[in-house]
């Protein structure tokens, strides 16, 4: 019955490992988003994708790569994580804008990802 | 680019009213945004304001105005379960832009 499920809720990882972060949503929706919730709470967008396509990458190193096998998944790999990397991961999504008023993003119940 | 300027806390009593302050500077802006998120939560979508005036949503109210860039929450009635942080967030193409966020802290 979750509208955007993400999984694992927790990772707990070593530098140098190579991690994935799994989001699907049920809502319909055709844009999903990876936000990034540092220790400050500050939300920050990362990427955008719309009907499986890359809309917005917001200069993230190239260690992260989202991967979108249709508009109802989207998934981050994350590869020789780095302890700045350690953050909560939020997974997204929207309807298409215009078509709802009320213009809510559906957000995951995120992933916090520890590097040590 | 985008920026937004919020206040860092609140605090207040039980069954008081906060008003939460929130502006802005972005090239291009569909409306304006305010989500609430508990600690170890997700953020969750409060309201939305394209248009100028007040939206009305039972406690909690939002509203913008468009020429000033500028936009409040008002929290009514509060509760403790409203110790929360507040995020407004700003739209335009393809992403939410947030501001820094508000911790509200609701005492007895």
């Known amino acids: 019955d979750t509208a955007v499920s993400q999984t694992p809720k927790y990772l707990v990882t070593q530098m140098g490992n190579d991690k994935s972060i799994k989001c699907e949503q049920n809502?319909?929706?055709?844009?999903m988003y990876w936000y990034k919730q540092d220790s400050k709470k500050f939300l920050k967008i990362m990427f955008s994708?719309?009907?499986?396509?890359?809309?917005i990458n917001e200069t993230v190193p190239n260690r992260f790569s989202p991967k979108s096998p249709d508009k109802a998944h989207l998934n981050l790999h994350i590869n020789s994580l780095e302890l700045g990397d350690s953050a909560v991961y939020f997974c997204?999504?929207?309807?298409?804008?215009?078509?709802?008023?009320?213009?809510?993003?559906?957000f995951g119940s995120g992933t916090r990802l520890t590097v040590v | 680019g985008q920026s937004l300027e919020q206040p860092s806390e609140v605090t207040a009593v039980e069954g008081a009213i906060v008003q939460i302050n929130c502006t802005y500077q972005?090239?291009?802006?569909?409306?304006l945004s305010w989500y609430q998120q508990h600690d170890g939560g997700a953020p969750t979508f409060l309201s939305y304001?394209?248009?100028?005036g007040l939206e009305e949503t039972g406690r909690f109210s939002s509203f913008l105005s468009r020429s000033d860039s500028y936009g409040y929450l008002l929290l009514q009635e509060l509760q403790m379960k409203d110790s929360a942080s507040y995020f407004c967030?700003?739209?335009?193409?393809?992403?939410?832009?947030f501001g820094a966020g508000t911790t509200v802290t609701v005492r007895a």
């Open positions: 997204a999504s929207s309807p298409p804008s215009g078509t709802n008023v009320n213009y809510g993003y559906t």
């Open positions: 972005t090239s291009g802006f569909y409306g």
């Open positions: 809502l319909g929706h055709d844009t």
């Open positions: 304001n394209a248009l100028d």
């Open positions: 994708y719309n009907n499986k396509e890359l809309i």
């Open positions: 967030a700003v739209r335009n193409d393809y992403k939410l832009s």
